[in-house]
C-alpha cells in the first residue's frame, strides 16, 4: 500500500472513531481522555525523551482530572462557578513539580543560581497543559448548551479542520512543490507553500456554505452564514500557525514524527496540531457574538 492510501485509509478510520465517538456524552469524555494523555505523552517523548516518568504521569493524570471535572460539570448543569474546581489539580500539580524539580536548590546550592536545565524541565513539564489539555477543556464549550450535550458543532468545526488540511495538502502537493514555487516559511516547514495555503482558504470556504446548507435543512444548528465564514477564516489563519507551531516543536527536538499510531500520518500531535490553536479561537469568537 502506498504512503498516500495509508494516509487516506487511516484517515477515514479515525475520521469514523471520533464521529461515532461524539454520538454520546460519555464516550466524547472517554476520546477527549484518550486524546489528552496520548498527545502528552508524545509531547513528554519528544521534548523530555522519557515516558512513564512519575512527573509526567502525575501531569497527565492531572490535565485528564480537569477535562473530567469540567466534563461532569456541564452534564450535571451545575452552577458556572463550579468551573474553577476544574483547574485545582493541575495548579496543584504545577507546585508539586516546582517544588520537586527544585529540590537541588533548597539543599544549598543557591549560589550556583538556577540551572537552565530545571527551567526548562519545568517548562517542558507544564507546556503540555497549556498547549493540549486547555483546548481540550475549551473543546466543551462547544458540545454543552442549556438543553443539554449535542455534538453537530463541534463534529462540523473538525469536518471544516480536517478538509482545510486536505485541500491544503492537495493544492500544495499539486502546485507548491513545483520549482520555484513560493514556500511559506521554509526554515521551519519546507513542505510548506502558498499554493497549499489557497488551496486550504478556498476548500475550507466551499465546506463552510455546505456545512451551513446541511445543518440549517437537517435543523441541527441555526448560525448564520457569516459565522461560518468567519470560521472558515479562522481555521485556515489559525491551523497555519498551529501546523507552522508543531513543524518547529519537531525540527528542535529532532523528530520527523510525534508518534506512529496513525500510518501516513504520524502521531497524535501531528493529526490535531491544526485544531489546537483553532478551538481555542472559535470558542472566543462564538462566545463573543453569543453563538454558544
Not at 549560589?111 to 527551567?119: A, L, R, W
Not at 526554515?187 to 476548500?203: E, N
Not at 499510531?261 to 462566545?287: A, C, N, Q, S, W
Amino acid at each position: 500500500m502506498s504512503s498516500l492510501s495509508k494516509r487516506i485509509a487511516s484517515g477515514l478510520i479515525f475520521f469514523i472513531i471520533v464521529a461515532g465517538a461524539l454520538l454520546c456524552s460519555w464516550t466524547f469524555l472517554a476520546l477527549m481522555v484518550a486524546i489528552c494523555a496520548l498527545m502528552m505523552d508524545e509531547y513528554y517523548s519528544m521534548t523530555l525523551r522519557r515516558r512513564f516518568n512519575p512527573e509526567q504521569t502525575l501531569m497527565i493524570f492531572a490535565a485528564i482530572s480537569a477535562i473530567v471535572l469540567l466534563f461532569l460539570t456541564f452534564r450535571c448543569g451545575l452552577d458556572g462557578k463550579y468551573l474553577l474546581f476544574s483547574f485545582l489539580p493541575v495548579i496543584a500539580t504545577c507546585i508539586s513539580s516546582i517544588y520537586t524539580s527544585t529540590r537541588e536548590l533548597r539543599k544549598g546550592e543557591t549560589d550556583k543560581g538556577v540551572s537552565p536545565d530545571i527551567v526548562n524541565h519545568i517548562a517542558h513539564l507544564m507546556m503540555p497543559v497549556l498547549y493540549i489539555a486547555a483546548p481540550l477543556m475549551l473543546i466543551q464549550f462547544l458540545v454543552f448548551d442549556p438543553s443539554g450535550y449535542t455534538p453537530w458543532l463541534l463534529l462540523s468545526i473538525l469536518i471544516l479542520i480536517w478538509l482545510n488540511d486536505v485541500g491544503a495538502y492537495m493544492f500544495g502537493t499539486l502546485f507548491g512543490q513545483r520549482k520555484g514555487s513560493c514556500k511559506l516559511f521554509p526554515s521551519v516547514s519546507p513542505k510548506k507553500s502558498w499554493a497549499g495555503l489557497w488551496g486550504g482558504v478556498v476548500i475550507s470556504f466551499l465546506v463552510a456554505i455546505l456545512l451551513y446548507r446541511l445543518t440549517q435543512s437537517l435543523s441541527l444548528l441555526n448560525i448564520s452564514w457569516w459565522h461560518w465564514l468567519v470560521m472558515a477564516a479562522l481555521v485556515v489563519v489559525f491551523g497555519v500557525f498551529g501546523d507552522l507551531f508543531e513543524s518547529l516543536l519537531k525540527r528542535a527536538c529532532n523528530v520527523k514524527d510525534s508518534g506512529n499510531i496513525m500510518p501516513g500520518h504520524g502521531g497524535l500531535l501531528d493529526r490535531f496540531d491544526t485544531m489546537l490553536f483553532v478551538i481555542p479561537v472559535i470558542v472566543l469568537y462564538l462566545k463573543m457574538v453569543c453563538v454558544i
